[in-house]
């Protein structure tokens, strides 16, 4: 499993203004593209009631469409959390399939069925110092998502506060002061009141 690191937010500012503010910090476009992500979740996990341990047992069914067309994977995220639901640890495995459906059809016939179903539109942004992944979800949030691998600059962040440190050098309003925002976790409590 790769483990990384990385921050999300919610910001608390419009689209509009923040893709302002960006443009003002010299930030251009590098990518865009779509993920439909479909969470599947055992059956017998389903009246639990703690959201981050629903979301240690889901199996992500995902589909990226981009300009080169679209990619399909299973996809399963492993995170550890600290007693402040902060993310300390956290990796994936990334298994590429040919059909959504039948890898839905797959874990169905094991027990598994449909919980929540994200739908991503992202639009990478870099500048000369960073590169920051905002994230429309659902039609409802806006969020920005920093990885500590870089595609577009070469850099590296060494570590969680640096790359908290980038909402506050472009003085980017967030929500709560949370940088562990956990996009499924919002989905599913507002889908199944929890």
């Known amino acids: 499993m790769k483990y990384e690191n990385e921050v999300t937010v919610e910001i ?3 689209k509009e203004d923040l893709f302002n503010i960006l443009k ?12 439909k992500d479909i969470y599947m979740l055992n059956k017998r996990e389903k009246n639990n009631n703690d959201t981050l341990e629903l979301l240690k047992n889901c199996i992500l069914i995902r589909n990226i469409i981009d300009v080169n067309g679209e990619s399909k994977k299973i996809t399963y995220k492993y995170k550890e959390y600290n007693n402040k639901k ?10 590429k399939i040919d059909s959504i459906k039948s890898a839905k059809e797959l874990f169905e016939a094991i027990g598994y069925e449909e919980f929540v179903t994200i739908n991503d539109h992202i639009t990478v942004f870099s500048n000369s110092l960073d590169e920051l992944c905002v994230q429309e979800v659902n039609n409802k949030h806006i969020y920005i998502e920093i990885e500590d691998d870089c595609h577009y600059t070469d850099k590296q962040y060494l570590d969680i506060n640096e790359m ?8 980017i309003p967030i929500i709560n002061n949370n940088y562990f925002v956990k996009k499924a976790e919002v989905e599913i409590k507002e889908k199944y009141n929890i």
């Open 12 to 14: 608390d500012i419009s």
């Open 24 to 35: 003002k910090q010299k930030f251009v476009v590098k990518e865009i593209y779509d993920v």
């Open 86 to 95: 902060e993310i300390v640890k956290q990796g994936k495995i990334n298994c």
């Open 164 to 171: 908290k440190n980038v909402f506050k050098k472009y003085n």
